[in-house]
C-alpha cells in the first residue's frame, strides 16, 4: 500500500519561493509516476507536475511550466515541488498523487490513473 505525506507548506508572501515535499512509502516499482496537483478555493483540482521515478522525465502544466519544479529524491523516497515568485494566484492545497498503474506508452499526466494520493498541505500567498 502506498502512503504519500505532504509537507512544507505554510503562510508566504508574494515573491517567496517555497517547496513542497512528498514522502513516499510502500512504493513497490519505479515505474511509478509522481504528480502534484493542487486545489484553490471553489476550484477544480488541477494538475500542476509529474515526474516519472525511474528517468526522472518530467511534466508540466502550461501554467506551470516557469515557476515550478518537480523532482525526486531516490535515496529519500521523497518527491519535491519548487515553487518560485509565489503569486496569490498560487494559494491552493497541494497534493501529492502516484500512478503505479502505468507499464509503458506515451504518458497522458492529465488523464493518468493516480491512483494513491495525500492528504494535501495548504500553501498560502498573501500580497
Known amino acids: 500500500q502506498v502512503q504519500l505525506a505532504e509537507s512544507g507548506g505554510g503562510l508566504v508572501e508574494a515573491g517567496a519561493s517555497l517547496t513542497l515535499s512528498c514522502t513516499v512509502s510502500g512504493r513497490a516499482s519505479d515505474n511509478y509516476h509522481m504528480g502534484w496537483f493542487r486545489q484553490a478555493p471553489g476550484k477544480e483540482r488541477e494538475f500542476v507536475a509529474a515526474?516519472?521515478?525511474?528517468?526522472?522525465?518530467?511534466y508540466y502544466s502550461a501554467f506551470a511550466e516557469r515557476r515550478f519544479l518537480i523532482s525526486r529524491d531516490d535515496a529519500k523516497n521523497t518527491v519535491a515541488l519548487q515553487i518560485f515568485s509565489l503569486k496569490p494566484e498560487d494559494t491552493a492545497v497541494y497534493y501529492c498523487?502516484?500512478?503505479?498503474?502505468?507499464?509503458?506508452?506515451?504518458?497522458?499526466?492529465?488523464?493518468?490513473?493516480?491512483?494513491?494520493w495525500g492528504q494535501g498541505t495548504q500553501v498560502t500567498v498573501s500580497s
Open positions: 498523487a502516484a500512478d503505479s498503474t502505468y507499464t509503458s506508452g506515451i504518458f497522458h499526466p492529465l488523464s493518468a490513473p493516480f491512483d494513491y
Open positions: 515526474v516519472r521515478w525511474r528517468h526522472g522525465s518530467t
